[in-house]
DNA sequence: TATGAATGAGAATTCATTCAT
DNA sequence: TATGAATGAATTCTCATTCAT
């Protein structure tokens, strides 16, 4: 569960190697976004990184190889973060709105990052779809099982824990998207109290009356 | 009824052109699903069309612009279906679930076409990214001015109409391309009265106790 | 000697068919001085003069067909011209100057056509190539026969008719191509006095000493 | 003996590449001269240079660069050994005459290489015209210096040192050309001795009387 | 005569990948 | 480890020409 950076090889690298693997997913990361997954070439790529087309090779086998590196290693952070603000909200209520939180704010914070995720990623072959796939479910599966305890627990009606999940997951992917792609809201924090609505009667929780925190 | 086959010249095209033309753009279609957008070359297309590549390109300027015309016509599909379908529902509660009907029914009955739309053609290059997103606020839209009027009858409580339909697209979307892509659930009608509860809570609306036509 | 203006069929042709036909050369003569020949399309051609492709192909068997018929109208023009010119100058020590003004005047006021001729046609093919050259030589060769006249006068000293003329279209040519392409001088009759004076020079005539007329 | 093969490049070649560079300039002046700028292909660069098609993109960005850097190949040469020829000729009446031997002499052993650069290159497209004017023009003012040299010495009379110059290499391309296409005179060599007293008078040189190398 | 449509042989160019230093 | 050079299959698009109405 924790090996989700992936090595190359399993030989341990130098710590400049180390380096400049990062290095290369950094500038990848920058070109993936800016030119979408056909689009960039190795060459930019390599440009991007300040090395040689060589040398990412020696890094990463593949074009493919290298953008699967980039998804699992965005998909630990927002899994990561998500985990751990799931953890820290005591309430049960509140967990929803937590995990709406982290991943707007983390989005919001990294347009490129959520461009990858929810645009390029999805037609970038079947491989790395399936990957992406995974990634997804295992994020729906996040939100699937707090959803199916709060049921065991009686906070909210009865309900398929996996299509709810499925649901809030694309309603906030659409939301993201929109932003993303069309610019609109010019802030995504903005949309976050309205679309935290929506979602809690989505899954039946009560509207929180006193909200105490509307901040992002 | 009128407007389904959009001419993108302005010329007024023989009638054995006309049927070639259309001729193309199923033979279009049938490669893209079959082989993706970029996969798919434009021989192929020629081929599928028993034409020549040459009369491709009489008829479309290139492959881009035949994949915007398959796109729009397709849109223009689904968009009048589903507008049809919530002037035939006389009940103003009814409509979310009408257009929902549509939607799941259309895609799952046209599975590769969905797969085109929903999943290819996000890395099909700018140009259609846009279009694509206009399309997808084409249809956000016509909910949401449902959902406004909804609220104007007192039907729903306070919400943002924009955001809510943006919110119900999206659940659709994710529970459409899951099916898609890990082909679960096996039949997307399956899923189809869960999610029409979770959307009608999303925006307010109450459980429909009687449900007499649970079928999709 | 006065069948230059070729007709594509020995048949007579309607007027109206005729005047077509005259407005496809000058529309081609418009295109390819516009383009270039290989550059330019038949579309191109046949839009400018608002008929259709196959118009075009019914009054010219093919491009170079067409750019050769453009070719033999604009010599024909020329040549008529110098001629006329020739034999409208008594003195036959003014014939050199006449002919230049001629040539000088007319590709000043035709641009087009002097690309046409200078630039154009030489790299336009073999078959129009060998047309061009027959041009060439054909004004050269009467360059040369006045030459000869004024040799067998006791006008000017001993000199090859031949290589002198050829000398003289050449400095006239490279004269004018670098007016044509570089826009050097701004005028091109600025450069008609000094000229004449150069090739006066070239062929052995002494320089005028009054001037009479100095305007090109 | 310094700047004769341009490095379109800022980045340093490894030798073997920088011989490969050669190599594909090599083969591209033969298949130019062969077949044409537009008949050329370059596959048919790639096969003569013994390499791939994406070797001769690694060297050169296209087919127009590829010619761009072969016409500048052959035109430092040409120049070059025009500017040694008018150096090591002291006496400055015999300049123009250096001049020219250089010009014909090297012509008249590359048939081809005239070819190309004379003929075809004119209808190579608007950058290529470009350059080749600016090589012409470079030229014609080492004429044009000299002759303004030569008038500030009192060798010849009030002139307009550029137009005289212009004219100068008018005649010479012309005579070049006619040799080229035509084919007259069969031996380049046999029109100098003319030529070169055409051109002494058309500057205003006195005749050599006493010419002890007429051959050229 | 004229037209719009169709043809199809080719072209230039791209780029992931491999490999000799 | 890293690099620059080289490969070559694959792809889009062009356009002179032909042809059915």
Chains 1, 2, 3, 4 share one sequence.
């Not at 030119?35 to 060459?43: F, K, N, Q, V």
Request: net charge neutral; with cysteine.
């Amino acid at each position: 569960m924790a090996q989700l950076t992936n090595q190359p090889t399993s030989q341990v690298l130098q710590p400049r190697a180390r380096e400049r693997r990062e290095r290369i997913l950094d500038a990848a990361l920058a070109v993936f976004t800016r030119r979408g997954y056909r689009e960039a070439t190795m060459d930019e790529v390599a440009e991007a990184a300040a090395t040689s087309k060589g040398g990412v090779y020696f890094h990463f086998p593949g074009k493919e190889a290298l953008f699967l590196a980039l998804l699992e290693r965005s998909a630990a952070l927002l899994l990561q973060r998500t985990q751990l603000a799931l953890e820290r909200t005591p309430d049960p209520a509140g967990k929803l709105d937590a995990a709406l939180d982290v991943v707007l704010r983390l989005f919001a914070s990294h347009r490129d990052l959520a461009r990858l995720f929810l645009v390029e990623a999805l037609a970038a072959g079947p491989a790395i779809q399936e990957a992406l796939l995974a990634i997804r479910r295992r994020f729906a599966a996040l939100i699937a099982s707090e959803l199916a305890r709060a049921r065991e627990d009686g906070l909210i009606g009865p309900l398929d824990p996996q299509l709810a999940a499925t649901a809030c997951f694309g309603a906030i992917y659409e939301v993201v998207t929109q932003w993303l792609l069309s610019g609109s809201p010019a802030d995504l924090a903005e949309a976050a109290p309205e679309l935290r609505r929506l979602l809690r009667r989505l899954v039946g929780l009560p509207d929180r009356s006193l909200d105490e925190d509307g901040t992002l």
